[in-house]
């Protein structure tokens, strides 16, 4: 699957992120919100491609909310409320010229979102595959 491929790729460049600590460069800082914007992307794409496959006509959808939803119902990811959240961080990239919000997405990455991008990944990897 492609655009699984293209998540694992994504999802392994977002591991950089704990080899910088703050204070952060503002060019560091928008890098690190680059990264978690680009795994996220890809993490929903590869959702909605296999559960298309699947026969979850839901998935068809363009919104990544839908997905989610989906996927979460399909029993593809555990908790719906952590991806939401983390739908809600992506939405704030345009904001990320506010260092407030860029700090914000690139902690709640370090803290929360790494772990849940690494669940769905062995999650579909062991199941779905």
């Not at 460069?25 to 496959?53: H, P, R």
């Not at 959808?61 to 997905?67: E, I």
């Not at 809600?88 to 929360?112: C, E, F, G, L, P």
Request: proline letters at 2%.
């Amino acid at each position: 699957m492609r655009k699984f491929d293209n998540y694992c790729a994504a999802l392994e460049n977002l591991k950089d992120i704990f080899e910088y600590s703050e204070p952060y460069s503002n060019v560091v800082l928008t890098g690190l919100v680059a990264l978690y914007e680009i795994c996220f992307e890809q993490s929903w794409k590869a959702m909605k491609e296999i559960l298309e496959d699947q026969g979850f006509a839901e998935a068809v959808t363009g919104s990544p909310r839908q997905v989610l939803k989906t996927a979460y119902q399909a029993g593809m990811i555990e908790d719906e409320q952590i991806w939401l959240d983390a739908l809600i961080a992506r939405n704030n990239v345009a904001h990320s010229y506010n260092n407030k919000i860029a700090m914000d997405i690139v902690n709640q990455t370090k803290r929360r979102f790494y772990k849940m991008f690494c669940d769905v990944q062995s999650e579909i990897q062991a199941h779905w595959l």
